[in-house]
């Protein structure tokens, strides 16, 4: 499937999502119950569009003990399409039969205790405003009931908040909200097209944590902005914090927020560079 497929197919899910799938809220009850004595078990991990989070990124390179670019390069693919405002990331599936994926075995999932967002919340998607074609006033949570899928059969119901309690989906939930405000901001929703060096930053302060981290602790980065020493302790030895403050620093480089503070002396050099550019233009 080529990546104008892949986004193409997506983006028809979507559609077809608002349009027919009945909208479940926390206290809506559903039965299912996945284990290894299901006949499918395992079906489903494969030949599905897995988007990867920088925090599910964080957790799976973390857990398989390896950079966040050994990570990007061997598990996953960055599809371009014309309509993308910023780059996505996907995990890549095994070239093989059932396009299964590269962390699945006779025995489950490889990577269970760190599974990405969506795993974890199958057979359970979430929908949100402004992240589909059409607005929505509020989210709403929907079953994804595929045919091969015979955990359904099972007897054993629960709410959707229950659900989302047994499989741990609290703290992605709090970690994607710093990702859905940067992805959600309204620069993105007008007709700004990032351009090439822009695209790089984003992809890398977002996905690529550990070259991030590079970056700016083999720069001149803090010689520039006023960053206090405990913060520089944090984002040094802690991904999670390296994550939210690469966040912070792309809402001042993208959006012209003030999330970072320029060093005075810095500010005044370049204010004096301006003024003396202008006098020679004139």
Same mark, same amino acid.
């Given at each position: ?14 559609? *077809? ?28 991990? $494969? ?28 598990? *996953? ?14 995990? %890549? ?5 059932? %396009? ?22 199958? @057979?359970? $998607?979430?929908?949100?405003? $402004?992240e589909t074609s059409q607005e929505l006033d509020n989210e709403f949570y929907f ?51 990032? @351009? ?7 992809? *890398? ?9 590079? %970056?700016?602790?083999?720069s001149s980065f803090f010689e520039k902005f006023e960053i206090d020493d405990e913060?520089k302790k944090k984002i040094k030895e802690d991904d999670v914090e390296l994550m ?14 003030? *999330? ?23």
């Amino acid at each position: 499937m080529s990546n104008d497929e892949r986004m193409n197919e997506i983006a028809r899910l979507r559609e *077809t999502i608002l349009k027919e799938y009945p909208r479940l809220s926390e206290n809506s009850h559903f039965k299912f119950k996945c284990h290894p004595g299901v006949s499918c078990f395992n079906d489903c991990c $494969g030949d599905v569009n897995i988007f990867l989070t920088p925090y599910d990124i964080i957790r799976l390179k973390n857990s398989l003990g390896i950079s966040s670019a050994e990570f990007l390069e061997k598990y *996953t693919l960055s599809p371009f399409d014309k309509n993308l405002k910023y780059p996505v990331v996907l995990l %890549k599936m095994n070239d093989d039969e059932k %396009k299964s994926c590269p962390f699945v075995s006779a025995e489950g999932c490889r990577v269970y205790n760190d599974r990405p967002w969506s795993c974890r919340m199958y @057979p359970l $998607g979430l929908a949100a405003p $402004g992240e589909t074609s059409q607005e929505l006033d509020n989210e709403f949570y929907f079953l994804l009931k595929e045919s091969v899928c015979r955990g359904f059969d099972e007897d054993h119901e629960q709410t959707v908040s229950e659900w989302l309690a047994d499989q741990g989906i609290q703290d992605y939930n709090r970690m994607g909200e710093y990702f859905k405000d940067l992805t959600l901001h309204e620069y993105f929703r007008g007709e700004h097209i990032l @351009p090439p060096e822009k695209i790089e930053m984003f992809f *890398t302060a977002c996905y690529n944590i550990d070259t991030f981290r590079d %970056k700016i602790f083999n720069s001149s980065f803090f010689e520039k902005f006023e960053i206090d020493d405990e913060t520089k302790k944090k984002i040094k030895e802690d991904d999670v914090e390296l994550m939210i403050f690469a966040f912070q620093w792309l809402r001042f480089a993208l959006f012209n927020e003030p *999330t970072m503070k320029i060093k005075s002396d810095i500010l005044s050099a370049r204010q004096e560079e301006l003024k003396a550019k202008g006098k020679l233009e004139k």
